[in-house]
């Protein structure tokens, strides 16, 4: 039996490390380990590329947003392009202003980078945003608008213009079957779009 060698030391370290930062924390609501989300991001990078790189920045994707882990530390481990990715990929908090009173403009100021970001940045966004519009869509098949109480913005509304906005800055990425998915589950959640 032939056996494809692909160096995947990057990406071990990778996950060893998210593993470790991620550790003993739950994703929010769902009962379950945090890191199950950055390895289905990985998973749904994988789809569209191997670099090792971005799906190294896809598994750490979250580490620098809700983690004591810093950039400068993501650079140290795995150097500029990877650490560069995973800011990114990161919201920007304003000091002082609760989640709630800021989420609409960390929203919109993410909507507006991933537009124009490099492609790199694309695809790692692509596998942490197809992630949660599934969980969205799972939870939305058995809790209907129910889910929305969850969040910090419980507006149906603004969850749909926030999706549709991702789905705007991601269409660089249209030819992609995670991007195909993405803009369905869209659809189905919150109806069809124009």
Do not use: C
């Amino acid at each position: 039996m032939a056996n494809n060698f692909i160096d995947t030391d990057l990406l071990d370290r990778a996950i060893v490390f998210a593993v470790k930062a991620h550790h003993n924390t739950e994703r929010r609501g769902k009962g379950f380990p945090y890191i199950v989300h950055p390895m289905e991001a990985v998973e749904i990078v994988a789809t569209i590329t191997s670099d090792q790189e971005l799906l190294s920045a896809a598994v750490l994707h979250d580490t620098v947003e809700d983690t004591e882990v810093t950039v400068e530390q993501l650079r140290a481990e795995f150097g500029d392009r990877v650490a560069e990715l995973v800011f990114a990929e990161s919201d920007r908090f304003t000091e002082g202003v609760s989640e709630e009173d800021s989420w609409h403009d960390r929203k919109q100021a993410a909507i507006d980078r991933l537009a124009s970001a490099s492609h790199d940045a694309k695809v790692v966004a692509m596998g942490d945003k197809l992630s949660n519009m599934r969980a969205i869509w799972r939870d939305y098949q058995e809790k209907g608008d129910e889910l929305w109480k969850i969040f910090h913005v419980t507006n149906k509304a603004s969850h749909e213009w926030h999706y549709r906005g991702l789905a705007a800055s991601l269409s660089e990425l249209r030819d992609t079957f995670a991007y195909k998915e993405f803009v369905r589950l869209v659809d189905e959640v919150f109806g069809k779009g124009e």
